[in-house]
């Protein structure tokens, strides 16, 4: 039997330490990382996983990019952090790697293949999880996770026992994901709670997911409003102890995503002439909470 192919996780926030955990369990898995949570992991040489899991899993952590031949290349940054990411990887890659980008946020896999001049793998996750310290991650939800079905990367979810579902459109699922952030991101963090305490907000999530669809169909994705509403509510009763990575950002006083969901929203909208008001609404109070008043990215191209 051919050994599974490594596997190289970039990014040592809440995702990327989970992913690198879990994926250990099915092959040598390295996570590369800077800062407080590179030192931990090199003096405690492992990452502990609390809720689902819970346990420690032994981590190699590097500071410095070097992939081995043949690596599963999972980019885990935040989605402001692309750009940079990339262009650091990118004198590094050769056509044996795969390069999977897992962030929230609508047009990544586009940006990515502008900034890497190859083609990569867009994969939609439904994980939710939650650094509680460096190198300590609550694991809230183990929702599934959506790759192009050309891509073998879906095996390797299996492996290590994580859901993952070949699909033959990313895109419906982008949009579906998005549609989630869109609401419990910026709501969550507007309103300091976990997800959970969104539950009553039916009408005002209602409002948020008809905009979006709008936008979906212009984009020429087909999305049913009654059906993603249920989805948005239904995550919000499945990640209710979760607190988003929106929230977590605002209280650390990081920067938000709110440029690459309600802000690419907005930007799309515009696009195609179709009102968002509500996108926009929230965009412009997360920037103001978040202390960070620049332009959405995607509204600025």
């Known amino acids: 039997m051919t050994a599974p192919a490594p596997v190289v996780v970039v990014g040592g926030g809440a995702l990327g330490c989970l992913l690198a955990a879990i994926l250990s369990r099915a092959t040598?898995?390295?996570?590369?990382?800077?800062?407080?949570?590179?030192?931990?992991?090199?003096?405690?040489?492992?990452?502990?996983?609390?809720?689902?899991?819970s346990g420690r899993y032994p981590v190699l952590a590097k500071a410095a990019f070097d992939p081995p031949p043949g690596a599963c290349i999972?980019?885990?940054?935040?989605?402001?952090?692309?750009?940079?990411?990339?262009?650091?990887?990118?004198?590094?890659?050769?056509p044996t790697h795969e390069v999977v980008l897992l962030q929230n946020g609508l047009g990544i896999g586009a940006f990515a293949m502008q900034i890497l001049g190859r083609p990569v793998t867009r994969g939609i996750t439904f994980?939710?999880?939650?650094?509680?310290?460096?190198?300590?991650?609550?694991?809230?939800?183990?929702?599934?996770?959506?790759?192009?079905?050309?891509?073998?990367i879906t095996g390797l979810w299996h492996r290590a026992g994580l859901p993952a579902e070949p699909v033959h459109n990313v895109d419906v699922y982008e949009w579906r994901k998005l549609a989630i952030n869109a609401v419990i991101n910026?709501?969550?963090?507007?309103?300091?709670?976990?997800?959970?305490?969104?539950?009553?907000?039916?009408?005002?999530?209602?409002?948020?997911?008809?905009?979006?669809?709008?936008?979906?169909?212009?984009?020429?994705?087909e999305l049913d409003a009654d059906e993603t509403l249920e989805k948005v509510l239904a995550s919000i009763h499945q990640t209710g102890r979760n607190h988003s990575s929106m929230l977590q950002d605002?209280?650390?006083g990081r920067r938000t995503e709110i440029d690459w969901i309600n802000g690419a929203i907005v930007a799309r909208g515009m696009a195609h002439g179709v009102a968002t008001p509500r996108h926009r609404l929230l965009a412009d109070l997360v920037r103001f909470v978040a202390r960070d008043p620049r332009p959405a990215v995607q509204e600025a191209r």
């Open 28 to 53: 040598a898995t390295t996570l590369v990382t800077r800062g407080r949570t590179a030192e931990v992991l090199r003096d405690r040489g492992a990452v502990e996983l609390q809720g689902l899991l």
């Open 250 to 252: 605002v209280r650390a």
């Open 186 to 221: 910026p709501l969550s963090a507007l309103l300091g709670v976990e997800n959970g305490a969104l539950a009553g907000l039916v009408d005002t999530a209602r409002g948020l997911v008809e905009e979006l669809v709008s936008v979906a169909r212009s984009d020429g994705v």
């Open 127 to 152: 994980i939710a999880a939650e650094r509680l310290q460096p190198g300590v991650v609550r694991f809230n939800a183990a929702g599934k996770t959506y790759f192009p079905a050309a891509s073998a």
């Open 74 to 94: 999972v980019v885990a940054v935040k989605a402001y952090d692309l750009d940079l990411t990339l262009a650091l990887l990118a004198p590094q890659l050769d």
